[in-house]
């Protein structure tokens, strides 16, 4: 069992930055595929950021070059630093992790191939 618990989100202003936390416990966190997805009010979760064990990420269009993923392995805890946001990415954001394989990374965008999730965090951008 990998318990996931996120921190940071709140309330800022288009332009701010912003980093969320996602810290592990009971497992390894390099061991897990880590993604990380968000749910706009009244729209469907989305993926935002998929980083395999190997090092491998990647990110939605959305957030190309304005968000970016790190594992601190020490901490076994997970970041995504936000820069540059807009009233568009406010959002619920999760962190989600996953022990299985898949060969390609598309598949790790899918919220199916998780199997552990955060509680969630909530990140809001006002204009």
């Known amino acids: 069992q990998v318990q996931l618990v996120q921190s940071g989100g709140g309330l800022v202003q288009a332009g701010d930055s912003l980093r969320l936390s996602c810290a592990a416990s009971g497992r390894d966190i390099r061991n897990y595929v880590i993604g990380w997805f968000r749910q706009a009010p009244g729209k469907e979760r989305e993926p935002v950021v998929a980083s395999t064990t190997g090092g491998s990420i990647w990110y939605a269009d959305f957030v190309k070059g304005r968000f970016t993923f790190s594992r601190d392995k020490a901490e076994s805890t997970v970041h995504l630093q936000m820069h540059s946001l807009k009233p568009e990415d406010t959002a619920d954001y999760y962190c989600?992790?996953?022990?299985?394989?898949?060969?390609?990374?598309?598949?790790?965008?899918?919220?199916?191939?998780?199997?552990?999730w955060g509680q969630g965090t909530r990140v809001t951008v006002s204009s």
């Open positions: 989600a992790a996953t022990s299985r394989y898949y060969s390609m990374m598309e598949d790790y965008t899918s919220m199916g191939a998780y199997n552990y």
